[in-house]
C-alpha cells in the first residue's frame, strides 16, 4: 500500500525556518514529480512547490525565493526548506505526486507562523 508521511511542521515565528519531510513508499512515488501542497484553515488545498524526477523543481508565487524543493531518491523522501516564514505560511502541509495526486493523501504536517 502506497503511504504518504509528513513531518517536520510546528509552530515559529515570523522570520524564522522549518524543514518539512515526506517519505513515500511505492513506486509511483519513486517515478513520479512530486509537490507540497499546503491547505490554510477555510481555504482550498493548493500547490506550494514540485520537483521532477530528475530533480528540477518549480515553486508557486507564495513561495518563491524562500521555500526550496529536494529530493532524495534513495531514501524516498521529499523535503521542504522554509525560510523567511510569514503568519500567510500557516496551513497544513501535504505530499503528493504532481500536477495530478495519486496517492492517497496523508495526515500532513501542521505550520503556525506566529509570534
Known amino acids: 500500500q502506497v503511504q504518504l508521511v509528513e513531518s517536520g511542521g510546528g509552530l515559529v515565528q515570523p522570520g524564522g525556518s522549518l524543514r518539512l519531510s515526506c517519505v513515500g513508499s511505492?513506486?509511483?512515488?519513486?517515478?513520479?514529480?512530486i509537490g507540497w501542497y499546503r491547505q490554510a484553515p477555510g481555504k482550498q488545498r493548493q500547490w506550494v512547490a514540485k520537483i521532477t524526477t530528475g530533480g528540477s523543481s518549480s515553486y508557486a508565487d507564495s513561495g518563491k525565493g524562500r521555500f526550496t524543493i529536494s529530493r532524495d531518491n534513495a531514501e524516498n523522501t521529499v523535503s521542504l526548506q522554509m525560510d523567511s516564514l510569514k503568519p500567510e505560511d500557516t496551513a497544513v502541509y501535504y505530499c503528493?505526486?504532481?500536477?495530478?495526486?495519486?496517492?492517497?493523501w496523508g495526515q500532513g504536517t501542521p505550520v503556525t507562523v506566529s509570534s
Open positions: 503528493n505526486t504532481f500536477p495530478v495526486p495519486l496517492i492517497q
Open positions: 511505492g513506486s509511483v512515488f519513486r517515478s513520479s514529480d
